[in-house]
């Protein structure tokens, strides 16, 4: 029997990682959109495969591990995972384990964060400017 018999969803990790990249966190994503996050990756030099967790998801992860109430890294995984499953119920049902994901964390380098400390100071900066234009006291 071929895996595709069993799980459809196994030979298209892709579409599993797009369906991740797509969960909202409208609030965050305003201010680094995806476009961001992978710029910052090929400034970094940073080259990655196409996996279940992308860049994009790592960091979405990482930010909203530092938002959550619990701050913990788990806690911020289930909640992502959460959402995506409620969104893509024809996904599977378990999430990566915690070492995969704790993997993936580990592969962003710290330039990818440098860079988009970068983008986030430059968006802040830029609407800091643009504010003070509109409202001169």
Same mark, same amino acid.
Request: aromatic letters at 8%.
């Given at each position: 029997m071929l895996s595709k018999d069993i799980d459809p969803m196994d030979e298209k990790p892709s579409a599993i990682s797009s369906a991740l990249e797509s969960i909202p966190l409208s609030s965050i994503r305003r201010i680094l959109p995806d476009r961001a996050i992978l710029?910052?990756?090929d400034q970094? @030099?940073?080259v990655f495969r %196409? %996996? =279940?967790i992308t860049p994009v998801v790592? &960091? =979405?992860h990482m930010l909203l #591990? #530092? =938002?959550w109430p619990e701050e913990s890294l788990n806690a911020s995984w289930q909640v992502l995972w959460?959402?995506?499953k409620s969104r893509h119920p024809e996904c599977p049902a378990h999430s990566p384990s915690r070492g995969n &994901? #704790? %993997?993936a964390r580990a592969r962003l380098p710290l330039a990818v964060w440098q860079n988009l400390f970068g983008w986030v100071s430059m968006c =802040?900066? @830029?609407a800091q400017v643009s504010q003070t234009a509109t409202n001169p006291q």
């Open positions: 710029q910052a990756c970094a @030099g940073y %196409r %996996r =279940l790592t &960091v =979405l #591990a #530092a =938002l959460s959402v995506f &994901v #704790a %993997r =802040l900066c @830029g």
